[in-house]
């Protein structure tokens, strides 16, 4: 019943933005942390932010501080990734992870993942 569906990809120029959206179902948000995880080909996958709706903490990978922007919607158990200035050092496929451990870290629970494409 633990689901995680990541959508909103599209492609898009660069300076365009797109939002993400990360449904979850199967899961209270009283500890778990939500992350967004990213993977270009040819390149590890990498963290790039994480919130924890309870409390709202957030947290930016350097690359995307200033450009992207968390946020959720409790009421919705969802989770945006608000994505501005998009460069094509964004392109990847984009995944949004639960960890019921409430720590910004990998866990078991991925969604399958959304395409961004960037063009120049």
């Known amino acids: 019943e633990v689901q995680l569906q990541a959508s909103g990809g599209g492609s898009v120029q660069t300076g365009g933005s797109l939002r993400l959206s990360c449904a979850a179902s199967g899961f209270t948000f009283d500890d778990l942390a939500i992350v967004w995880f990213r993977q270009a080909p040819g390149k590890a996958r990498e963290g790039i932010s994480c919130i924890k709706p309870s409390d709202g903490l957030t947290w930016y990978e350097d690359t995307v501080k200033g450009r992207f922007t968390v946020a959720s919607d409790n009421a919705k158990n969802t989770v945006y990734l608000q994505m501005n200035n998009l460069t094509p050092d964004d392109t990847a496929v984009y995944y949004c992870?639960?960890?019921?451990?409430?720590?910004?870290?990998?866990?078991?629970?991925w969604g399958q993942g959304t395409q961004v494409t960037v063009s120049s």
């Open positions: 992870v639960a960890n019921p451990l409430g720590l910004c870290l990998e866990s078991d629970y």
